[in-house]
Protein backbone atom coordinates (compact mmCIF):
# COMPACT_ATOMS: atom_id res chain seq x y z
CA UNK A 1 0.00 0.00 0.00
CA UNK A 2 3.00 2.23 0.80
CA UNK A 3 4.69 1.51 -2.27
CA UNK A 4 1.42 2.34 -4.69
CA UNK A 5 1.11 5.93 -2.40
CA UNK A 6 4.79 6.33 -3.23
CA UNK A 7 4.24 6.11 -6.48
CA UNK A 8 0.90 8.00 -7.43
CA UNK A 9 2.72 11.03 -5.25
CA UNK A 10 5.93 10.37 -8.15
CA UNK A 11 3.54 10.71 -11.17
CA UNK A 12 1.71 13.74 -9.99
CA UNK A 13 5.29 15.53 -9.20
CA UNK A 14 5.62 14.36 -12.87
CA UNK A 15 2.51 16.49 -14.43
CA UNK A 16 4.46 19.49 -16.53
CA UNK A 17 1.82 21.86 -18.29
CA UNK A 18 -0.97 19.11 -18.77
CA UNK A 19 1.17 16.46 -20.08
CA UNK A 20 0.74 13.48 -18.85
CA UNK A 21 3.86 11.82 -18.43
CA UNK A 22 2.62 9.30 -16.59
CA UNK A 23 -0.13 8.05 -19.31
CA UNK A 24 1.30 5.65 -21.78
CA UNK A 25 1.20 7.90 -24.59
CA UNK A 26 3.04 11.45 -24.67
CA UNK A 27 2.34 14.55 -26.81
CA UNK A 28 4.75 17.18 -27.19
CA UNK A 29 3.89 20.76 -28.83
CA UNK A 30 6.30 23.42 -30.48
CA UNK A 31 5.38 27.04 -32.01
CA UNK A 32 8.29 27.91 -33.97
CA UNK A 33 7.50 30.93 -34.52
CA UNK A 34 7.76 33.66 -31.83
CA UNK A 35 6.15 36.48 -33.70
CA UNK A 36 4.18 36.37 -36.86
CA UNK A 37 2.64 39.30 -39.43
CA UNK A 38 -1.07 38.94 -40.05
CA UNK A 39 -1.63 37.24 -43.06
CA UNK A 40 0.91 34.69 -42.54
CA UNK A 41 0.44 30.99 -41.38
CA UNK A 42 1.51 29.29 -38.33
CA UNK A 43 3.21 26.21 -37.95
CA UNK A 44 3.13 23.87 -35.05
CA UNK A 45 5.27 20.57 -34.65
CA UNK A 46 3.54 17.81 -32.73
CA UNK A 47 4.91 14.76 -31.56
CA UNK A 48 3.05 11.49 -30.48
CA UNK A 49 5.64 9.13 -28.53
CA UNK A 50 4.70 5.58 -26.73
CA UNK A 51 6.07 6.04 -23.71
CA UNK A 52 4.70 2.77 -22.16
CA UNK A 53 7.69 0.85 -22.76
CA UNK A 54 6.25 -1.74 -24.61
CA UNK A 55 4.40 -2.47 -27.70
CA UNK A 56 0.89 -1.12 -28.55
CA UNK A 57 -2.20 -0.75 -31.08
CA UNK A 58 -3.42 2.31 -31.73
CA UNK A 59 -6.81 3.27 -33.48
CA UNK A 60 -6.80 6.81 -34.90
CA UNK A 61 -10.06 8.61 -36.32
CA UNK A 62 -9.96 11.66 -38.43
CA UNK A 63 -11.48 13.28 -35.00
CA UNK A 64 -8.74 11.95 -32.78
CA UNK A 65 -6.42 14.62 -32.95
CA UNK A 66 -7.36 18.39 -32.41
CA UNK A 67 -6.08 22.07 -31.66
CA UNK A 68 -7.12 23.96 -29.00
CA UNK A 69 -6.63 28.00 -29.32
CA UNK A 70 -7.32 30.90 -26.88
CA UNK A 71 -6.78 34.75 -27.29
CA UNK A 72 -4.94 36.34 -25.01
CA UNK A 73 -8.26 36.64 -22.46
CA UNK A 74 -8.57 32.89 -22.42
CA UNK A 75 -11.49 32.64 -24.92
CA UNK A 76 -11.13 30.04 -27.37
CA UNK A 77 -11.16 31.10 -30.92
CA UNK A 78 -13.15 29.83 -33.45
CA UNK A 79 -11.86 27.55 -36.16
CA UNK A 80 -12.39 27.11 -39.76
CA UNK A 81 -14.21 23.68 -39.68
CA UNK A 82 -12.14 22.60 -42.46
CA UNK A 83 -9.31 23.35 -40.35
CA UNK A 84 -10.57 22.07 -36.93
CA UNK A 85 -8.73 18.72 -36.90
CA UNK A 86 -4.84 18.32 -36.82
CA UNK A 87 -4.86 15.35 -38.91
CA UNK A 88 -1.70 13.61 -38.65
CA UNK A 89 -0.98 11.16 -42.35
CA UNK A 90 0.76 8.78 -40.50
CA UNK A 91 -2.04 7.60 -38.39
CA UNK A 92 -5.07 7.51 -40.84
CA UNK A 93 -4.96 3.63 -40.48
CA UNK A 94 -7.92 2.66 -37.63
CA UNK A 95 -5.46 -0.02 -36.37
CA UNK A 96 -1.68 0.29 -36.21
CA UNK A 97 0.38 -1.29 -33.91
CA UNK A 98 3.55 0.34 -32.82
CA UNK A 99 6.89 -0.80 -31.09
CA UNK A 100 7.89 0.14 -27.68
CA UNK A 101 10.01 2.98 -28.67
CA UNK A 102 7.71 4.23 -31.68
CA UNK A 103 7.09 8.36 -31.74
CA UNK A 104 5.58 10.36 -34.71
CA UNK A 105 6.60 14.26 -35.80
CA UNK A 106 4.48 16.10 -38.12
CA UNK A 107 4.33 20.09 -38.57
CA UNK A 108 1.18 21.30 -39.25
CA UNK A 109 -0.24 24.52 -40.23
CA UNK A 110 -2.74 26.90 -38.57
CA UNK A 111 -4.25 30.03 -41.14
CA UNK A 112 -7.04 31.27 -39.12
CA UNK A 113 -5.52 33.64 -36.44
CA UNK A 114 -6.56 37.08 -37.82
CA UNK A 115 -6.60 39.53 -35.10
CA UNK A 116 -3.00 41.06 -33.31
CA UNK A 117 -2.41 39.93 -30.19
CA UNK A 118 -1.16 36.43 -28.34
CA UNK A 119 -2.25 33.42 -28.99
CA UNK A 120 -1.99 29.66 -26.87
CA UNK A 121 -1.97 26.67 -28.76
CA UNK A 122 -2.40 23.17 -27.37
CA UNK A 123 -2.97 19.87 -29.14
CA UNK A 124 -5.22 17.46 -27.64
CA UNK A 125 -5.61 13.25 -28.38
CA UNK A 126 -8.24 11.27 -27.43
CA UNK A 127 -9.39 7.85 -28.35
CA UNK A 128 -12.43 5.77 -27.39
CA UNK A 129 -13.61 2.35 -28.48
CA UNK A 130 -15.11 0.03 -29.11
CA UNK A 131 -13.05 -0.42 -32.24
CA UNK A 132 -13.41 -2.34 -35.18
CA UNK A 133 -11.48 -2.94 -38.98
CA UNK A 134 -12.56 -4.61 -41.91
CA UNK A 135 -11.14 -8.20 -42.73
CA UNK A 136 -10.65 -9.42 -45.91
CA UNK A 137 -14.04 -10.88 -45.64
CA UNK A 138 -15.12 -7.04 -45.13
CA UNK A 139 -16.47 -8.10 -42.34
CA UNK A 140 -15.89 -5.64 -39.15
CA UNK A 141 -13.40 -7.24 -36.68
CA UNK A 142 -13.52 -6.01 -32.97
CA UNK A 143 -10.05 -5.32 -31.27
CA UNK A 144 -8.40 -3.95 -28.82
CA UNK A 145 -6.53 -0.64 -28.63
CA UNK A 146 -5.37 2.18 -26.45
CA UNK A 147 -8.04 3.94 -25.09
CA UNK A 148 -7.57 7.67 -23.11
CA UNK A 149 -7.08 11.46 -23.55
CA UNK A 150 -3.56 13.03 -23.35
CA UNK A 151 -2.97 16.67 -23.56
CA UNK A 152 0.28 18.32 -24.74
CA UNK A 153 1.86 21.21 -23.43
CA UNK A 154 0.78 24.70 -24.22
CA UNK A 155 2.92 26.75 -26.71
CA UNK A 156 2.64 30.07 -27.71
CA UNK A 157 2.45 33.05 -30.80
CA UNK A 158 1.94 36.48 -31.22
CA UNK A 159 0.29 38.02 -34.42
CA UNK A 160 1.37 41.54 -35.02
CA UNK A 161 0.73 43.65 -37.39
CA UNK A 162 3.10 43.84 -40.78
CA UNK A 163 5.82 46.67 -40.76
CA UNK A 164 7.68 47.85 -44.16
CA UNK A 165 7.39 45.35 -47.17
CA UNK A 166 4.92 42.84 -45.48
CA UNK A 167 3.04 46.06 -44.99
CA UNK A 168 2.93 46.54 -48.33
CA UNK A 169 2.19 43.15 -49.59
CA UNK A 170 -0.84 42.85 -47.54
CA UNK A 171 -2.79 45.29 -48.55
CA UNK A 172 -1.74 44.80 -52.15
CA UNK A 173 -3.23 41.24 -52.04
CA UNK A 174 -6.35 43.03 -49.70
CA UNK A 175 -5.10 40.72 -46.13
CA UNK A 176 -4.32 37.40 -48.53
CA UNK A 177 -0.66 38.01 -49.12
CA UNK A 178 -0.29 34.13 -50.05
CA UNK A 179 -3.13 34.47 -52.42
CA UNK A 180 -1.18 34.98 -55.81
CA UNK A 181 2.56 32.98 -55.32
CA UNK A 182 3.23 34.37 -58.60
CA UNK A 183 2.48 38.03 -57.94
CA UNK A 184 4.34 37.52 -54.64
CA UNK A 185 7.10 35.89 -55.69
CA UNK A 186 7.45 39.15 -58.07
CA UNK A 187 6.61 42.16 -56.64
CA UNK A 188 7.58 41.28 -53.17
CA UNK A 189 10.22 38.68 -52.30
CA UNK A 190 12.21 39.45 -49.79
CA UNK A 191 8.76 39.82 -47.77
CA UNK A 192 8.00 37.37 -44.98
CA UNK A 193 5.42 35.98 -47.10
CA UNK A 194 7.45 35.16 -49.49
CA UNK A 195 9.61 33.08 -47.65
CA UNK A 196 6.86 31.13 -45.70
CA UNK A 197 5.77 30.55 -49.43
CA UNK A 198 9.02 28.97 -49.79
CA UNK A 199 8.95 27.13 -46.66
CA UNK A 200 5.66 25.02 -47.57
CA UNK A 201 7.89 23.37 -49.92
CA UNK A 202 10.56 22.58 -47.32
CA UNK A 203 7.59 22.01 -44.74
CA UNK A 204 9.12 19.00 -42.20
CA UNK A 205 12.15 18.07 -43.63
CA UNK A 206 14.20 18.76 -40.84
CA UNK A 207 11.43 15.50 -39.21
CA UNK A 208 12.00 13.12 -42.23
CA UNK A 209 14.29 10.13 -41.31
CA UNK A 210 17.23 10.83 -43.61
CA UNK A 211 18.45 6.67 -42.55
CA UNK A 212 14.82 5.51 -44.61
CA UNK A 213 15.76 3.36 -47.54
CA UNK A 214 12.90 5.09 -49.36
CA UNK A 215 15.00 8.36 -48.38
CA UNK A 216 18.77 7.16 -49.82
CA UNK A 217 16.62 5.64 -53.02
CA UNK A 218 15.80 9.30 -54.03
CA UNK A 219 19.12 10.61 -53.71
CA UNK A 220 20.30 8.13 -56.09
CA UNK A 221 17.46 7.99 -58.37
CA UNK A 222 17.07 11.65 -58.57
CA UNK A 223 13.34 11.39 -57.36
CA UNK A 224 14.67 13.94 -54.65
CA UNK A 225 15.38 16.64 -57.04
CA UNK A 226 11.90 16.48 -58.88
CA UNK A 227 9.23 18.77 -58.23
CA UNK A 228 6.69 21.55 -58.72
CA UNK A 229 7.67 25.11 -57.19
CA UNK A 230 6.29 28.33 -57.36
CA UNK A 231 7.72 30.97 -59.53
CA UNK A 232 7.40 34.25 -60.61
CA UNK A 233 6.54 33.15 -64.11
CA UNK A 234 3.62 30.25 -62.08
CA UNK A 235 4.29 27.19 -61.02
CA UNK A 236 7.05 25.09 -62.54
CA UNK A 237 8.17 21.42 -62.64
CA UNK A 238 12.26 21.32 -61.78
CA UNK A 239 14.66 18.39 -62.25
CA UNK A 240 18.07 18.25 -61.02
CA UNK A 241 20.67 21.33 -61.33
CA UNK A 242 17.14 23.42 -62.04
CA UNK A 243 15.81 22.11 -58.93
CA UNK A 244 18.40 22.65 -56.75
CA UNK A 245 19.15 25.87 -58.39
CA UNK A 246 15.81 26.75 -57.50
CA UNK A 247 16.40 26.01 -53.86
CA UNK A 248 20.02 27.88 -53.96
CA UNK A 249 18.19 30.92 -55.43
CA UNK A 250 15.79 31.31 -52.46
CA UNK A 251 18.00 30.17 -49.71
CA UNK A 252 19.90 33.41 -51.11
CA UNK A 253 17.27 35.90 -50.97
CA UNK A 254 15.64 34.30 -47.63
CA UNK A 255 18.83 34.05 -45.63
CA UNK A 256 19.97 37.79 -46.45
CA UNK A 257 16.57 39.09 -45.79
CA UNK A 258 15.64 37.51 -42.90
CA UNK A 259 19.14 36.10 -41.39
CA UNK A 260 17.07 34.89 -38.16
CA UNK A 261 13.64 33.64 -39.43
CA UNK A 262 13.15 30.25 -37.29
CA UNK A 263 13.51 28.00 -40.55
CA UNK A 264 17.05 29.11 -41.73
CA UNK A 265 18.65 26.29 -40.47
CA UNK A 266 16.96 23.77 -42.01
CA UNK A 267 16.72 25.30 -45.26
CA UNK A 268 20.45 25.26 -45.08
CA UNK A 269 20.50 21.90 -44.19
CA UNK A 270 18.25 21.31 -47.62
CA UNK A 271 20.82 23.04 -49.96
CA UNK A 272 23.63 20.76 -48.61
CA UNK A 273 21.50 17.68 -49.15
CA UNK A 274 21.07 18.47 -52.36
CA UNK A 275 24.71 18.49 -53.34
CA UNK A 276 24.98 14.79 -52.14
CA UNK A 277 21.76 14.23 -54.38
CA UNK A 278 23.56 15.93 -57.17
CA UNK A 279 26.53 13.66 -56.27
CA UNK A 280 28.67 16.46 -55.63
CA UNK A 281 29.78 15.15 -51.99
CA UNK A 282 32.77 17.38 -51.25
CA UNK A 283 30.11 20.61 -51.72
CA UNK A 284 27.72 18.42 -49.23
CA UNK A 285 30.16 17.08 -47.09
CA UNK A 286 31.46 20.46 -46.33
CA UNK A 287 28.39 22.48 -46.27
CA UNK A 288 26.92 19.43 -43.58
CA UNK A 289 30.41 19.62 -41.41
CA UNK A 290 29.34 23.84 -40.98
CA UNK A 291 25.98 22.92 -40.10
CA UNK A 292 26.80 20.18 -37.37
CA UNK A 293 29.03 22.61 -35.42
CA UNK A 294 26.88 25.77 -35.81
CA UNK A 295 23.15 25.55 -35.86
CA UNK A 296 20.40 24.12 -33.83
CA UNK A 297 21.03 20.81 -31.81
CA UNK A 298 18.49 18.97 -33.59
CA UNK A 299 19.92 20.24 -37.08
CA UNK A 300 23.47 19.57 -35.99
CA UNK A 301 22.59 16.42 -35.04
CA UNK A 302 20.64 15.74 -38.22
CA UNK A 303 23.59 16.90 -40.43
CA UNK A 304 26.31 14.66 -38.01
CA UNK A 305 24.42 11.63 -38.35
CA UNK A 306 23.78 12.40 -42.18
CA UNK A 307 27.52 12.86 -42.78
CA UNK A 308 28.01 9.69 -40.69
CA UNK A 309 25.50 7.60 -43.37
CA UNK A 310 27.55 9.34 -46.27
CA UNK A 311 30.87 7.31 -45.11
CA UNK A 312 28.81 4.58 -44.40
CA UNK A 313 27.84 4.99 -48.09
CA UNK A 314 31.22 5.18 -49.55
CA UNK A 315 30.10 8.59 -50.61
CA UNK A 316 33.04 10.52 -48.36
CA UNK A 317 36.01 8.83 -47.00
CA UNK A 318 37.49 9.99 -43.56
CA UNK A 319 35.06 12.88 -42.19
CA UNK A 320 37.13 16.24 -42.26
CA UNK A 321 35.22 16.90 -39.00
CA UNK A 322 37.53 14.32 -37.09
CA UNK A 323 40.47 15.56 -38.45
CA UNK A 324 39.55 19.13 -37.79
CA UNK A 325 39.08 18.24 -34.10
CA UNK A 326 43.10 16.79 -34.01
CA UNK A 327 44.11 19.93 -34.89
CA UNK A 328 41.70 22.68 -33.65
CA UNK A 329 41.33 23.34 -30.17
CA UNK A 330 37.93 22.02 -28.39
CA UNK A 331 36.85 25.55 -27.89
CA UNK A 332 36.61 26.80 -31.51
CA UNK A 333 34.58 23.77 -32.63
CA UNK A 334 32.23 24.46 -29.82
CA UNK A 335 28.77 25.30 -31.59
CA UNK A 336 27.91 27.75 -29.08
CA UNK A 337 31.64 29.58 -30.04
CA UNK A 338 30.71 29.51 -33.29
CA UNK A 339 27.06 30.63 -33.11
Not at 194 to 222: M, W
Request: proline share 6%.
Amino acid sequence: MKRIIILTIFCFLLFSGKRFICNEIEVKLTCFQQEVPVGAPVFIGVEIKNISGKPMTLSFKHETIKTEIRDEKGNLVEQDPQRKILDMPALDSMKMDIPADWKDQKVRQINYLTTPQKYSIKVILSSKGPYYFKNEKGELQPFSAWEGKVESNECYVTVVTPKGIDKEAYEYFKGSPLSNPTELLKNYPTSTYAAYLIYDRLRGFAQADFTNPRFLKSLETGVFLSNSYPTEAGWIWFKGEDNAAWWSKWAEVILKNHPDIWFADELRLKVAINQVALKKYKEGEAELEKLSKETKPYIAEKAEKFLDLMKQKGWITESRTKADEQTVPASKTSPTETK
